[in-house]
C-alpha cells in the first residue's frame, strides 16, 4: 500500500469511524459511574439496558448530525476533510436517516424508563443536536459541549430513580467544567482553520495560549464539585482517593499542553484515563465500602 493513502475498511469500520467509536469510553465511564451511584448498587437489568440504549443513541444522533451538518467545513480543514461524508463513502442522506432513527431510539428507549425521562427526551436531543451550530455564532461553544456532557449525571439520576437529587447539580456543574476544559483542549487543534473559516472557539478569542491557561482551573473546579458530590452522597475514602489519582493526572495532562498546545492528542487521550479513574473509584465505593463513609 502507499504510504499516505488511508486503509480500506468494512461497512461497520466505516460506520464506526464515522461516529468516532474510539471516543465513546469518555463518556461511557461517567455514565455507568453515575449509573451505579444512583442505583447505590447494581440496578435493574432493564433499567441498565435501556440506559446505555439510550445513552448510545443520543450520542450517535449527535455525532452523526454533527457530520451532515459540518460537512462543508469539514472540506475544508486539514484535519476533518477524509471523513466519511467528505470523501463521498457516506451520503448526506444516510447521516440524516441515521440520525432520525438513533433520535427515536431515544426517545423509545426513555419513556420505557419513565415519565420524566420521556418528559426530557426532547431537551437532550435539542442539546445533542443543536451543538453543531454553536461554532458558527458563539466563542463558548465549548462551554456548550460541556453542557451536552453535563446533562449525563442527571439524565441518568432520572432514569434510574424518576427524580434529581439536589445532591447531583455537584456533578452537572463539575463535567460541565470537566466537558469544557475537554473540549478547549479538542479545539486548539484547529485554531488555525476555525480562524480562516471565520468560526467561533475560545482559541480563536482569546489565544492559544491565554486558552491554555484556563484548562487547569476548570479541572481544579470539576474536582472540587466532584468532591462535594462524593461528600453530599456519604462516599467511601475510595472514591476521594479516585479524586486524588485524577488530580494527578490532570497536572500531567496541564503541564504537557502548557508545553506544546497544539499537539492536544496525548492529552486528549489523557481524558479517558481519568474517566477510567473516576469509574473505578465509583464501584469500589458502591461494591467495596471499606472505611468509614465521609460527608453527610
Do not use: C
Amino acid at each position: 500500500m502507499n504510504a499516505g493513502v488511508a486503509p480500506r475498511r468494512g461497512p461497520l469500520g466505516e460506520l464506526g469511524r464515522f461516529l468516532e467509536i474510539q471516543t465513546l469510553g469518555l463518556n461511557l465511564a461517567f455514565a455507568l459511574a453515575f449509573l451505579f451511584l444512583a442505583a447505590r448498587g447494581v440496578p435493574a437489568p432493564l433499567t441498565i439496558l435501556w440506559i446505555v440504549v439510550a445513552f448510545v443513541a443520543a450520542r450517535n444522533a449527535g455525532h452523526s448530525f454533527n457530520r451532515w451538518a459540518d460537512r462543508y467545513l469539514d472540506a475544508a480543514n486539514p484535519r476533518t476533510r477524509d471523513r466519511a461524508l467528505v470523501a463521498g463513502r457516506t451520503s448526506p442522506a444516510f447521516a440524516l436517516g441515521f440520525t432520525g432513527a438513533n433520535a427515536a431510539l431515544l426517545v423509545i428507549a426513555a419513556y420505557l424508563l419513565n415519565p420524566l425521562a420521556f418528559l426530557l427526551a426532547p431537551v437532550a436531543l435539542a442539546l445533542v443536536l443543536g451543538y453543531s451550530y454553536t461554532k458558527r455564532v458563539t466563542t463558548f461553544t465549548t462551554a456548550f459541549l460541556g453542557l451536552v456532557q453535563a446533562i449525563t449525571p442527571a439524565a441518568v439520576y432520572i432514569a434510574v430513580t424518576g427524580t434529581l437529587p439536589a445532591a447531583v447539580l455537584y456533578a452537572v456543574f463539575g463535567l460541565l467544567a470537566w466537558g469544557t476544559a475537554f473540549e478547549t483542549i479538542h479545539s486548539l487543534g484547529d485554531v488555525e482553520s476555525d480562524r480562516a473559516l471565520g468560526l467561533f472557539s475560545v482559541p480563536v478569542r482569546f489565544g492559544v495560549r491565554s486558552s491554555v491557561r484556563f484548562v487547569p482551573v476548570l479541572h481544579a473546579i470539576a474536582l472540587a464539585l466532584l468532591a462535594g458530590f462524593g461528600l453530599a452522597l456519604g462516599l467511601t475514602p475510595a472514591y476521594f482517593v479516585a479524586l486524588l489519582a485524577m488530580a494527578g493526572l490532570a497536572a500531567l495532562t496541564d503541564r504537557a499542553l502548557a508545553r506544546a498546545p497544539t499537539l492536544a492528542r496525548p492529552p486528549f487521550e489523557r481524558h479517558f484515563a481519568m474517566a477510567a479513574l473516576y469509574l473505578a473509584g465509583v464501584l469500589l465505593a458502591v461494591f467495596l465500602p471499606i472505611g468509614p463513609a465521609l460527608g453527610a
